[in-house]
DNA sequence: GGTCTTGTTATACCTTTGTTCAACAAGAAC
DNA sequence: GTTCTTGTTGAACAAAGGTATAACAAGACC
């Protein structure tokens, strides 16, 4: 016969630590996200397995099947996690700040989404093994691509409205749209050079990147 | 007892046809490369499996380890394959017009090459995954790491060679190796927003953002 | 304290993966 | 035709993967 832990606990006479809590269900799939999220992270695909997840999470194997459709819907829901994390939060930071800031120059606003694009919050190493996982699965996944586009294109909106603007209280013609997502690019394109090599420029520089392309069109922000 | 195939070609009194051809090392080896980095471009680092490439590459399943030390090894030569097809050619051809043309303006050069970065050859969404997958890669293998940058570099300076030669014609101050490394992250990141969702920009309309960039800096070169 | 519900565990199962290796045969050399 | 070299095959193997499920126990309720 073999002790089991709760066997043990008994012989000694102690309390029993209980083995396990139960945890409310939109709770418990909330830490499974993140656990997936951190697996992600730090080992791209490759390290996205039901072990290394139930292991982060510090839950037991059997948990993910649970909550979730297959491994594949999990990571749907890091996805869904991630994009609304990252696009949301300047979404709005950029509704409040325009709430927030009535008759205040416009060039404040803009200069402020600008600005949050290249902050360490944002523009970091970290999450590279996590944007090239989740864009392969876009490319791939007809429904992630639908929820990408909606939250990319209400991004590229709240950033478009900012730049006009700025063109309109300065009398300028500017393609905003356009311009917005020439914008959105470019931060993208940065991210990735200083990712793949921390050598070829600085978040500073970045920043200064930006700012010109903006700059070049509705005129100095700074 | 069973019939194998040349039995039952034996029985037939036709000739054997041979059950595979013997290929030079090299050339099996190029072929094994081509077939792998096709495998990776369908299906994503989930589709790079010894099966799938195998089967791709109408060889058996031993062969893979005979002419590479691994699968990862293989991945490696995939990377060097298609980093070095990429962007060598852009250097060649800069470096072909700078020969042929001697004496021609510099700005026929320089459009030349950004125009190069928005062809079809090169613009195109079949490589998403092969590239996403690559750079993760990058980011996680140091070896492959030295190989991106030193590459990278070589076709940024010769960006900043044509950059600067039209600047310097123009008697304009530029920094040429900035707005070189700018001008590569915005055909990235326009690259990357047309593959993930092709209706927010064209290719027509990313060779319009990729000159306004540089001529920003240089002037009109169209 | 006793009972019940159900969140959680742990195991078993099957599939797929990468690697190895002995046997085979294609094609050159004679 | 015969021999020899070696590129190639295909099965065997262990490890790791995702999923299903029966047994367990935590915590609420009476």
């Given amino acids: 016969m073999t ?7 008994k012989k000694r006479g102690g309390k ?9 269900p939109q709770q418990r799939r909330a830490m499974m996200i993140e656990a997936a999220t951190r697996c992600l992270s730090r ?15 510090g839950i037991s194997r059997g948990l993910i099947n649970h909550y979730f459709d297959s491994l594949d819907g ?11 994390k990252d696009v949301n939060a ?14 205040w120059p416009p060039e404040v606003a803009l200069a402020e989404l600008i600005k949050s694009n290249f902050a360490p919050r944002y523009f970091s190493g970290e999450n590279l ?17 639908a929820a990408h586009r909606e939250l990319y294109n209400a991004y590229r909106g709240e950033l478009a409205e900012d730049i ?5 209280a300065r009398g300028r013609s500017v393609d ?21 090599d921390e050598t070829v420029l600085t978040p500073e520089a970045a920043e200064a990147a930006g700012f010109e392309i903006i700059e070049a069109q509705v005129g100095p922000l700074r």
């Fill in 74 to 84: 999990l990571l749907v829901e890091v996805y869904r996690a991630s994009m609304y």
């Fill in 90 to 103: 300047h979404i709005e930071a950029a509704k409040r700040r325009r709430a927030e800031n009535i008759g």
């Fill in 176 to 196: 905003a749209p356009t311009l917005a997502r020439n914008f959105i690019a470019l931060v993208d394109g940065l991210w990735l050079e200083w990712c793949l």
């Fill in 3 to 9: 002790d089991t832990l709760s066997n043990i606990e």
């Fill in 43 to 57: 080992g791209g695909i490759g390290g996205f397995t039901v072990d290394a997840i139930c292991r982060e999470a």
């Fill in 16 to 24: 029993k630590a209980p083995r396990f809590s139960r945890e409310p």
């Fill in 129 to 145: 093994l996590l944007w090239l996982s989740l864009w392969a699965e876009i490319a791939t996944n007809p429904h992630l691509k």
């Fill in 164 to 168: 006009a603007a700025v063109a309109g």
